[in-house]
């Protein structure tokens, strides 16, 4: 596997935070992310979609935070957005966390494939081989 692949990054920072580890290739961070993803799915499910905009915007605000708090723990949560509840800066940090985590992805996707690739020629390379009366 001599193919040179960019790095995703590793850590997330938002609004001038500090920077908190975060690898999708690690298995215990995949199923954090994971179970944050079923949490805010199903409370989504749940979330009011009428009433006052303010009381919209704190409930989408907190299933944001709550996901932030599952994935990275409640310190980001508290660096990231201190204790506002604004509706731009929660789905701006939400998206470029989930775009570095598509790029972590992309990344152990390419991995895993170079693995069969690499192991799938070898069994060709042997198949070859035998087939031309070489070692069996």
Do not use: W
């Not at 040179?4 to 920072?13: G, W, Y």
């Not at 961070?29 to 179970?35: C, L």
């Not at 499910?45 to 907190?62: M, P």
């Amino acid at each position: 596997m001599s193919q040179e692949i960019k790095k995703a990054p590793l850590t997330f920072a938002y609004n001038g935070s500090p920077e908190y580890h975060f690898d999708i290739r690690d298995a215990d961070d995949a199923e954090k992310f994971e179970n944050a993803n079923e949490q805010l799915q199903a409370a989504e499910k749940l979330q009011a979609k009428d009433g006052k905009l303010s009381n919209l915007t704190r409930s989408t605000c907190k299933l944001i935070k709550d996901f932030f708090a599952a994935c990275l723990g409640t310190e980001a949560v508290e660096a990231f957005f201190g204790d506002k509840d604004n509706l731009i800066h929660c789905n701006e940090a939400y998206v470029a966390f989930l775009n570095m985590v598509a790029q972590q992805r992309d990344e152990a996707m390419r991995l895993q494939m170079g693995l069969k690739t690499s192991q799938g020629n070898r069994a060709q390379r042997r198949r070859g081989k035998r087939k031309r009366g070489g070692k069996k």
